[in-house]
């Protein structure tokens, strides 16, 4: 196994999700919408859209992305950012999350 792939999960190796919490900036609301309606919000090859959620009426959302490439999580997030606040969070499952906290409490 190369560094990278021990960094970065590969396609053989289990997918990594990534959580992006946006904001529309002030005054770009309706381009961001625009831009969505056109676009679809239709993440970069090597990612895979799992869930959106939106706020009715506001301009906050989730965007749970699965894929196996960060820097597809860079360009994604590099299109939308001169109109959205962007915050991207690696997130696991309840199962990978209880079998890091049983190590520590084993210990």
Same mark, same amino acid.
């Given at each position: 196994?190369? $560094?990278?792939?021990? !960094?970065?999960?590969? +396609?053989?190796?289990?997918?990594? /999700?990534?959580? !992006?919490?946006? =904001?529309? =900036? ?11 309606? /056109? +676009?679809?919000? /239709? ?6 859209? !799992?869930? =959106?959620?939106? $706020?009715?009426?506001?301009?906050? *959302?989730?965007?749970?992305?699965? *894929?196996? @490439? ?6 994604? $997030?590099?299109?939308?950012? @001169?109109?959205?606040?962007?915050? $991207?969070?690696?997130?696991?499952? @309840?199962?990978?999350?209880?079998? *890091?906290?049983? =190590?520590?409490?084993? /210990?």
């Amino acid at each position: 196994m190369s $560094v990278e792939s021990s !960094v970065f999960p590969t +396609t053989e190796e289990k997918l990594m /999700k990534f959580m !992006v919490t946006w =904001r529309t =900036r002030p005054g770009f609301y309706n381009v961001a919408l625009e831009k969505f309606l /056109k +676009t679809g919000g /239709k993440p970069p090859q090597g990612l895979k859209t !799992v869930g =959106r959620w939106h $706020v009715p009426g506001s301009i906050l *959302g989730w965007h749970l992305l699965e *894929g196996d @490439d960060p820097t597809a999580v860079a360009e994604h $997030v590099a299109e939308w950012a @001169d109109m959205l606040e962007l915050e $991207v969070n690696p997130v696991i499952e @309840d199962t990978a999350a209880a079998e *890091g906290a049983s =190590r520590v409490v084993k /210990k």
